[in-house]
């Protein structure tokens, strides 16, 4: 597996349309969606910055992957997203070589494949995310 590129960056906020604001007032961004994605229970706005995008995640419930990281950690960097040919075929090279995966499958999200490839403590404190298929800039809230 080789990453051919970093798809987006998510931050974990407590209000999304406070962050929203923040985002818009202080750097002049709006969100190219805002979407809700029920599965992981989340509510997200995301914004393209050239071909990286920038997503603001807040969870539509505290039992949630985001509302834990926002209990023990408070707002902040949440995960980095790299871009991989194949999402399936990069868990099975990970596992091959050792190393342990968050998913043993992917997961499907906005016409996407993705997975959770590595535990932060695996690299260096970050959630690791892999990710194929071409996400849909057009979407809107959902």
Aim: charged share 30%; proline share 6%; glycine share 10%.
């Amino acid at each position: 597996m080789k990453a051919t590129a970093i798809d987006h960056l998510c931050f974990a906020v407590k209000e999304l349309d406070a962050a929203m604001a923040v985002y818009r007032d202080t750097l002049g961004l709006e969100p190219d969606g805002v979407y809700t994605a029920p599965s992981e229970k989340i509510r997200v706005a995301r914004y393209y910055l050239g071909a990286v995008a920038l997503e603001l995640m807040e969870p539509t419930d505290p039992d949630s992957d985001v509302g834990r990281f926002l209990e023990k950690k408070g707002e902040g960097f949440f995960l980095i997203s790299y871009r991989v040919e194949d999402a399936a075929e990069g868990l099975k090279e990970l596992h091959a070589k050792g190393y342990p995966t968050i998913d043993q499958e992917p997961r499907r999200l906005m016409g996407n494949r993705y997975a959770f490839a590595a535990p932060p403590k695996v690299m260096g404190g970050i959630l690791t995310e892999i990710l194929d298929g071409e996400f849909d800039r057009r979407y809107g809230e959902r």
